[in-house]
């Protein structure tokens, strides 16, 4: 998906790849760190609540990128996984 429909070439695909492998083990050692300091209720409720934040971002994101490229289209059939008109 990274190259073909965001046009990243093999270098580009590598480097968020690796961002990407990076974000996981931190996270995971973070996760790691924090059993037994902090409750696991706290840990999920934050998590959660991250995903939830970055998920309205990205969507957010992606509507006003839809609606400045594509006047007047629908949207819902691109979120689907529609024709891509780009």
Do not use: C, E, W
């Given at each position: 998906?990274?190259?073909?429909?965001?046009?990243?070439?093999?270098?580009?695909?590598?480097?968020?790849?690796?961002?990407?492998?990076?974000?996981?083990?931190?996270?995971?050692?973070?996760?790691?760190?924090?059993?037994?300091?902090?409750?696991?209720?706290?840990?999920?409720?934050?998590?959660?609540?991250?995903?939830?934040v970055v998920s309205v971002l990205l969507?957010?994101?992606?509507l006003i990128d839809f609606a400045v490229?594509?006047?007047?289209?629908?949207?819902?059939?691109?979120?689907?996984?529609?024709?891509?008109?780009?």
């Amino acid at each position: 998906m990274l190259q073909k429909i965001l046009g990243l070439d093999a270098g580009q695909y590598t480097l968020a790849f690796g961002v990407n492998s990076l974000g996981i083990v931190a996270m995971s050692s973070l996760a790691t760190a924090l059993v037994g300091k902090v409750a696991q209720r706290t840990i999920v409720n934050v998590g959660v609540s991250a995903l939830l934040v970055v998920s309205v971002l990205l969507t957010g994101s992606f509507l006003i990128d839809f609606a400045v490229a594509h006047p007047g289209s629908a949207v819902l059939p691109h979120l689907l996984g529609g024709p891509d008109l780009r």
